[in-house]
């Protein structure tokens, strides 16, 4: 009898405790642990971009490593909401097949939390994938063909904007009647002849010659002697820095007078360095401060932050690049608040209006405006070796 009622108070409790354990494991079930954000930690944001350190543009690498800088510079300054960022990249010598590798790579392996994405034909082939991922993407680009997509935001001016007004510019300005367009095979390239041409033909002219180059390219004496024979009162150049300094030197060298309209992406003090005499004269779209202009509270404060974070790196628009986005998503990081998403940073970039902090100027960002940030362009001219405001 004992026996008996010591096996049925077994079984019992054995039955009491395994239906406790099965509560207990559906109380667990129905309140799971919230898993993080990838690329977040309790004291890291992880951000990653692709860079070009390497190739024929390599200059443009400074905008990403000035990047680097500015966060290292809100790091030590306490950080964004208890958090430091810490900036992983690859070189892809601003090569877009390498980039779609680069990008896999940051969001796949690296794990990061948003991207930065330099170039324009970088930027249109990995837009698609960092959509599917749903990874917000800060351009480096004024490619318009990105602003649909609803994780992507630029804060540069456009292509069709910076087109727009440097061939309103040769007609209403320089009264120019023949106009040449020399322009980088590319996304940006196109977008930007194909508003030069645009504006143009609302204004009842055709370019007398819309010449396009590849990357690669280094000689330019066809497309010069082309030009030389068409005589064209204003050429436009849409090109990189390195390359147009390259054509300009070319053009000078073997005789063609015109006055020369340039790019913003191009509107940078190397250029005299590298073009020397060739590029006197030279009339460049721009939207920076002058970084000659010390009396400007801005200039002062980014060549100061150069000194203590970029020793190595003379101020030039690609440092300043790398400030106006550092501070840019520095900001969205901010708002986003401490319980950092992927969706709150793209809504807090889209409640930006009228921002006016750093570099920035008038920027303001939506629900249908994911860019551009800042549309602000003026012009200024080569003279004996620095940069003059015209207009």
Not at 33 to 40: A, K, M, N, R
Not at 147 to 153: G, V
Request: charged share 20%; net charge negative.
């Amino acid at each position: 009898m004992v026996k008996k009622f010591s096996i049925w108070f077994m079984v019992l409790l054995v039955i009491l405790l395994g239906g406790c354990a099965v509560k207990q494991n559906d109380s667990t079930s129905e309140t799971p642990v919230q898993e993080q954000e990838p690329g977040i930690t309790d004291d890291t944001i992880l951000i990653g971009s692709n860079a070009p350190l390497t190739g024929p543009h390599a200059a443009y690498g400074a905008c990403i490593t000035n990047l680097e800088a500015y966060f290292k510079k809100i790091n030590d300054e306490g950080g964004i909401n208890g958090r430091k960022i810490k900036l992983v990249y690859y070189d892809d010598a601003y090569d877009a097949s390498k980039t779609v590798g680069v990008m896999k790579k940051l969001v796949e392996q690296d794990k990061v939390f948003l991207t930065v994405v330099q170039g324009a034909s970088p930027c249109a082939a990995v837009v698609d994938y960092l959509a599917e991922k749903n990874v917000p993407m800060m351009a480096i680009t004024g490619n318009s063909q990105i602003l649909t997509y609803q994780n992507a935001f630029e804060i540069l001016p456009n292509f069709t904007t910076d087109g727009t007004v440097l061939a309103q510019y040769a007609v209403q300005k320089l009264g120019a009647k023949k106009i040449g367009i020399w322009y980088q095979n590319d996304d940006y390239g196109k977008e930007d002849m194909e508003a030069v041409k645009a504006e143009l033909k609302k204004n009842g002219l055709e370019p007398v010659a819309a010449i396009p180059y590849n990357m690669s390219d280094t000689d330019f004496s066809i497309p010069v002697m082309q030009l030389k024979e068409l005589t064209p009162d204003v050429v436009i150049l849409i090109p990189t820095t390195k390359t147009g300094s390259a054509f300009m030197k070319q053009a000078y060298d073997l005789g063609l007078k015109t006055q020369f309209l340039v790019s913003y992406t191009s509107a940078d003090l190397s250029v005299s360095t590298l073009a020397g005499p060739a590029a006197e004269g030279a009339i460049f779209a721009a939207f920076f401060p002058l970084l000659d202009k010390d009396s400007d509270p801005r200039v002062k404060e980014h060549k100061d932050f150069v000194a203590q974070y970029s020793p190595d790196k003379t101020p030039n628009s690609f440092t300043l690049y790398g400030q106006l986005y550092g501070e840019f998503i520095a900001e969205a990081l901010k708002r986003a608040g401490k319980d950092l998403t992927r969706e709150k940073v793209i809504e807090a970039i889209e409640s930006m209006k009228n921002w006016n902090e750093g570099l920035a100027e008038n920027v303001s960002f939506g629900p249908d405006q994911h860019g551009p940030g800042g549309e602000s362009l003026y012009f200024i001219k080569l003279e004996n070796g620095k940069f003059v405001r015209i207009q």
